[in-house]
């Protein structure tokens, strides 16, 4: 089976704007590709890392990759998928997320001599005159065009600034640099980036009578076709302190039946031949698999130790009594308590476990909250300090556990 091939099956590609030329150019290792990054938080999510997963697959089959951070299209922002424009985040915040975002990466990828480069589109988009560049790009794109992309269309309705509309300049202008500077043949990216990509092909094309390549990854979605990689409203992070190698493994132990082998074939390295062998389990087999899935995940972000300590906790809290030393664990200080006690939904609130009061409050009242096992009803429930000293677990619905101590 071929490198294109396997991306096929394992259900990773979208669209493609050469298919015989890109299946060529993968297959026998000639592809220098690119993935972007743009710097909005301080860690990579589990929506990343599908990018991450593909890169490396790629590398490893002869390819060479480049990272590119995004810390001059972060200024502006990625209108796709969004129904606001994005917040203006501080240079200053910027650089200190692309640091993060490097850390990560250089984790997962090998980026030594000839195998992969990272670079940041700061360095050449923020010294760009803007009247040079319109001059350069601007006559190469067609605003009719542009307001048939996607990315554009659905924000029409709430208004899309002439700031976040140069959004795919940037971006096509990021595909010509590094084609020019870099060899850069191929640019991969997420479905909602197609507009965008295709802007970078035709940038090229136009500038320099040159093909350039670009194909989509299909976009990580649950059975009812929502973007999977958040929980509780929040993301699903690769940095540890934001969530716990624990955490990080009970997300992916708790997806739908119906998403857990689309899930290993996407994003794990586990050979076809066995997920197919996986694809003919049925009932309590795929809690199997959802162990595997959550491993395998687990072990790439975290490495082999916390993913074993993560799945001994994940087993010793649903096989018998709740109480592991490897359970995500809120540790308060007596501040936080007043006369000696604290609320239930305080509680909660700071062990990240609801977002606000009153998703707090409907949880308690339909019976969603455990105690040290007891169901707890009455939103106003206090906790003691006598009892957090000797630690209590919260149990959220039928997955979450939680420890907290004083």
Known sequence: MTLYEELIERGLIAQVTNETEIKEMINNGK??????FDC???SLTAGHFMALTLMKRLQMAGNKPIALIGGGTTMIGDPSGRTDMRKMLTIEDINHNAACFKRQMESFIDFSEGK?????NADWLLDLNYV????????CFSVNNMLRAECYKQRMEKGLSFFEFNYMIMQSYDFYHLFKNYNCNMQFGGDDQWSNM?????LIR??????AHAMTITLL??????????????AVWLDANKTTPYEFYQYWRNVDDADVIKCIKMLTFIPIETIREYEKWEGSELNKAKEILAFELTQMIHGTEEAEKAQNAARAIFGAGANDDNMPTTTLSTDDLTDGVIGILDLMSK???????????????????????????????????????????IKKGKKVFHKFNV
């Open 31 to 36: 592809a220098t590709f690119y993935i972007g």
């Open 40 to 42: 909005t938080a301080d």
């Open 116 to 120: 992969a480069l990272m670079v940041n």
């Open 132 to 139: 040079e560049l319109l001059r350069e790009v601007g006559a």
């Open 198 to 202: 295709l802007g970078g092909t035709e």
């Open 206 to 211: 136009k500038k320099l009578g040159k093909d």
């Open 221 to 234: 979605t649950d059975s009812q076709g929502k973007k999977m990689g958040k929980t509780a409203g929040n």
């Open 351 to 393: 062990g990240g476990l609801i977002t606000s009061n009153g998703e707090g409050r409907r949880l308690v009242q339909q019976g969603g909250v455990s105690v040290d096992g007891q169901k707890v009803t009455d939103p106003a429930t206090k906790i003691t300090a006598e009892s957090l000293t000797n630690g209590v677990v």
